[in-house]
C-alpha cells in the first residue's frame, strides 16, 4: 500500500486522468476525496472506487470559485482532518492561433488551468504549513517545454504552471511542503477525444499525426499518467521538489525522424 491511509484530494477526477489516478490512489490505500465541476460524473468514480472496496466520497466545487474551492478544503478537513495530498488535475482544452482566439475563451482557458491551480493550492496550502506536512502535483502537460501548432491559449496555461510549480516548491519547501508537476503527452482521454473531434475533419489521421510526433507506437493511456501520479504523491518521489515528470512516449526528447 504505497499511500496507506493518505487523505488525496484531486481536482477534476470524475473523468480521464484524475477518475483513473483516483482509482489507483485508492486501490494503494488512499481515502480519495473526488471533486469534480460534474456530480454525476464525480459520483460514478466514487461508486467505481466503492465497488473495488476502496474508499472515497465526492465534493462538489468549480475551481475557479473561491467560495466554492473554500467549502470543498473546509468539508474535507472536517471529515477526514488533514489533506495529505492535493492534486490539481482539472483543466480544459483550448484551441486555436492565437489570433484566432476570442477573448472570452482565452480568458476561460486561463481561468479553469491557472486559476483552477492557484485556488486548491491558496485554501490547503495555510493546513499543510500548520502540519509542516503535505505533497502537491500540479497539471502541466509537455506542451510547456515545446511549440505545438493552434494550441495558443492551452500552451500559455500549462507553462505557467510549470513556472508556479518551481516558484511555489521554493517558498514552501520549509514548510516541508512538496510541488510537483506532470507534463502528460497525447493521453487518450475525453478531453482529447473532444480536441480531435473539433478540431480535425479526419480524426483517424489527426492519431496518426499525433503518433507520428512521438517515440512510442501508442498514444498514452490515463493509467500511465496515474502511475505517475502515484510516485508523486507517494514518499517515494521524497527527493522530488520542484520537478517536471514526464510521460509523453518521446515527445519533448525524443526525436522520431
Ligand atoms: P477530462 O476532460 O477527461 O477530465 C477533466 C475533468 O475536469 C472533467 O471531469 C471536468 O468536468 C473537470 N473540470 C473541468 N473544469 C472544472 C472546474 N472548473 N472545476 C472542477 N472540475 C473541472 O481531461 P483529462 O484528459 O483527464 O485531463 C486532465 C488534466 O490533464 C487537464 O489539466 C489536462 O490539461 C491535462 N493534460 C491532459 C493531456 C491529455 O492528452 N489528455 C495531456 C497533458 C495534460
Request: hydrophobic share 45%; proline share 4%; net charge negative.
Amino acid at each position: 500500500m504505497r499511500l496507506a491511509d493518505k487523505i488525496v484530494l484531486i481536482t477534476g477526477s470524475g473523468s480521464g486522468i484524475g477518475r483513473s489516478s483516483a482509482l489507483l490512489f485508492a486501490k494503494e490505500g488512499a481515502f480519495v476525496v473526488v471533486n469534480d465541476l460534474n456530480a454525476d460524473k464525480g459520483n460514478e468514480t466514487v461508486e467505481e472506487i466503492n465497488a473495488l472496496g476502496g474508499r472515497a466520497s465526492f465534493v462538489y466545487a468549480d475551481v475557479t470559485d473561491p467560495d466554492s474551492v473554500q467549502s470543498m478544503v473546509s468539508e474535507t478537513l472536517a471529515a477526514h482532518g488533514r489533506i495529505d495530498v492535493l492534486f490539481n488535475n482539472a483543466g480544459i482544452s483550448g484551441v486555436g492561433a492565437l489570433h484566432e482566439v476570442e477573448p472570452d475563451d482565452w480568458d476561460r482557458v486561463i481561468r479553469v488551468n491557472i486559476r483552477g491551480v492557484y485556488l486548491p493550492s491558496k485554501y490547503v496550502l495555510p493546513h499543510m504549513m500548520e502540519r509542516a506536512s503535505g505533497t502537491i502535483i500540479n497539471m502541466s502537460s509537455c506542451i510547456a517545454e515545446m511549440g505545438l501548432a493552434n494550441r495558443a491559449s492551452y500552451a500559455a496555461t500549462k507553462g505557467a504552471v510549470l513556472a508556479l510549480t518551481k516558484s511555489m516548491q521554493v517558498d514552501y519547501a520549509k514548510y516541508n511542503i512538496r510541488v510537483n508537476a506532470l507534463l502528460p503527452g497525447t493521453i487518450m482521454t475525453p478531453f482529447v477525444e473532444n480536441y480531435l473531434r473539433t478540431s480535425y475533419e479526419d480524426p483517424e489521421a489527426a492519431i496518426a499525426s499525433l503518433k507520428s510526433r512521438q517515440l512510442s507506437n501508442e498514444l498514452g493511456r490515463p493509467e500511465d499518467v496515474a502511475k505517475a501520479a502515484l510516485f508523486l504523491a507517494s514518499d517515494e518521489s521524497s527527493f522530488m521538489m520542484g520537478s517536471p515528470l514526464y510521460i509523453d512516449g518521446g515527445v519533448v526528447f525524443g526525436k522520431n525522424a
